[in-house]
């Protein structure tokens, strides 16, 4: 069964470091997600990607973070200079459009450790 | 923006069925979907509901109400596998899709 990975399944850096977290989503799916969460809380979203551009992303996704397709298949982001607040894990999910269900397919996510 | 209620907290015993409701504001309404999260897990989708009624898919069943921006989770005949949080989700077509998530709803499935 098609799924999305996500790679590294763990990162710990230091506070002011940059960060790139990697997706590669189902290969015929055309919207891109990441979402966070910080442990025990809401899984919030942060940006949605199409055809080649953000199509959406909310108050969190600021100057700091930048998303990327630098290929046909992988997705990916970045988080410039990394604050304790970072610490989350963050999903990356991938839906084959926006007919129908709207299903979201998750990877398994990024824990990232803000130090 | 978007906002979504839901309990913070359910538990019931095994065989029993349980009612995770969810109460939602959102000027892009589309639809509702649940996600079934397990403990160091992804977000997995269990059901979507764009039109008013029941949806039913084995032991789980979901329902809205457009009217009353209102929607729930049944869980029928639970089993220890169930415990997980279980997450209502608003899809919004405001700008481009995207897909707003609820505090999320423990549940604790009891032997």
């Known amino acids: 069964e098609p799924e999305v990975t996500q790679t590294p399944s763990h990162q710990v850096t230091q506070m002011g470091q940059e960060v790139i977290l990697r997706c590669v989503p189902i290969?015929?799916?055309?919207?891109f997600y990441w979402y966070r969460q910080i442990l025990g809380q809401k899984v919030e979203f942060l940006v949605s990607?199409?055809?080649?551009?953000?199509?959406?992303k909310s108050e969190i996704f600021d100057d700091q973070f930048s998303v990327e397709r630098p290929d046909g298949s992988n997705f990916t982001l970045k988080i410039r200079s990394t604050k304790l607040e970072d610490s989350a894990m963050y999903f990356c999910?991938?839906?084959?459009?926006?007919?129908?269900?709207?299903?979201?397919?998750f990877g398994e996510g990024s824990r990232l450790t803000v130090l | 923006g978007q906002s979504l209620e839901q309990p913070s907290e359910v538990t019931a015993v095994e065989g029993a069925i349980v009612q995770i409701n969810c109460t939602y504001q959102?000027?892009?309404?589309?639809?509702l979907s649940w996600y079934q999260q397990h403990d160091g897990g992804a977000p997995t989708f269990l059901s979507y509901n764009a039109l008013d009624g029941l949806e039913e898919t084995g032991r789980f069943s979901s329902f809205l109400s457009r009217s009353d921006s209102y929607g729930y989770l049944l869980l029928q005949e639970l089993q220890m596998k169930d415990s997980a949080s279980y997450f209502c989700a608003v899809r919004d077509g405001t700008g481009g899709f995207k897909t707003i998530f609820g505090a999320g709803t423990r549940l604790f499935v009891k032997a």
């Open positions: 290969s015929n799916h055309l919207y």
């Open positions: 990607f199409y055809n080649n551009e953000i199509s959406e």
């Open positions: 999910a991938s839906s084959s459009g926006t007919g129908g269900t709207g299903e979201l397919f």
């Open positions: 959102t000027s892009g309404f589309y639809g």
